[in-house]
């Protein structure tokens, strides 16, 4: 194999290889997928000099420990967490040089959730649809990394940034979500669509890259019974019988028979990555779908 490779050591809980997904495959029931931070993974990828489209490593909570082949430069953003070279520390949120032979270690989240690790280069696995993302939904993409794994690299297109540090978002005390009430809040009580607005929800430890789950009121029905299956959007609101709100994230499935409340702004869908279980979820709705 060749020397622009990248061996895995420690996997952590859950490493995957992420890039911007593969949209436009719902009506073949394949979801989007992708880094959940967004802005992050792109973040890390300029800081060594990939393209935006390029693979990085998703981590989660635990970070991972990687050994390059040959010599590269790696930034490591998203939720914040100690970094070592062979022991010594580095930079985080910065462009860091990591010999061949050396042991990368990314160190447990000091806050937020998901780590993003991006290699010079990027991870080259084989592509699916268009993309290299891991789809835990449906299976697609590269399987969750094990202790082992030995990940191809590009060869690096451009110089790393020149920067110390750059300015990123901490993860958020209150996950504040603007939604677009719809499609079928139609199915709600009036009580429980202002339950969604002025009570308070928290971040449920089942969550993953398909939804992020509350706990908190239950949302009180205004119809008996369940939809045909329809299609379900990222961010969609929907709420199944417990009644307790599920926000659809990446790795969400395409089509769905429990109703939809209300669909969540794009822009507020990073910080739900990053939000732990146990933060104050708040939603506000900013207008209804006609």
């Known amino acids: 194999m060749s020397d622009r490779a990248l061996a895995v050591v420690r996997a952590g809980a859950l490493t995957t290889v992420q890039d911007r997904g593969r949209p436009g495959h719902a009506h073949l029931g394949v979801p989007r997928s992708g880094a959940l931070d967004g802005p992050a993974a792109a973040l890390v990828n300029r800081l060594v000099g990939n393209a935006p489209e390029a693979a990085v490593l998703e981590t ?8 390059p082949r040959a010599t590269v430069t790696v930034a490591v953003g ?5 970094v070592t070279v062979d022991g010594r520390p580095a930079a985080w949120g910065a462009p860091v040089r990591v010999p ?6 990314i160190g447990a989240a000091r806050a937020g959730v998901r780590g993003y690790l ?4 990027g ?23 094990t202790d082992g794994t030995v990940l ?8 790393h940034a020149y920067v110390d540090a750059v300015p990123y978002p901490a993860p958020p005390s209150e996950l504040v979500l ?12 009036d009580s429980a669509l202002t339950t ?3 009570r308070p929800y928290t971040v449920s430890s089942a969550s993953n890259r398909i939804g992020l789950r509350t706990e908190g009121p239950a949302l009180d029905r205004a119809r008996p019974g369940e939809l045909p299956s329809e299609g379900m959007v990222l961010g969609a609101v929907q709420v199944p019988p417990d009644g307790r709100p599920v926000v659809f994230l990446a790795d969400h499935p395409t089509t769905g028979g429990y109703p939809v409340i209300a669909v969540v702004d794009p822009a507020d869908l990073p910080a739900a990555a990053q939000a732990t279980p146990g933060t104050p979820v708040r939603f506000i709705a900013v207008r209804h779908r006609r």
């Not at 991006?118 to 280069?121: C, D, F, T």
């Open 178 to 189: 603007r939604v677009t009430l719809g499609p079928r809040h139609d199915w709600f009580t």
């Open 78 to 82: 998203g939720a914040p967490c100690p």
């Open 196 to 198: 969604l607005a002025a």
């Open 123 to 145: 991870v080259t696995v084989e592509p699916v649809l268009g993309s290299r993302s891991t789809d835990l939904l449906s299976g697609l993409g590269p399987p969750p990394l």
């Open 118 to 121: 991006a290699v010079s280069g």
């Open 60 to 67: 989660t909570l635990d970070g991972c420990s990687v050994r």
């Open 152 to 159: 191809p690299l590009g060869r690096p297109t451009g110089p």
């Open 100 to 105: 061949g032979g050396a042991l990368l270690d």
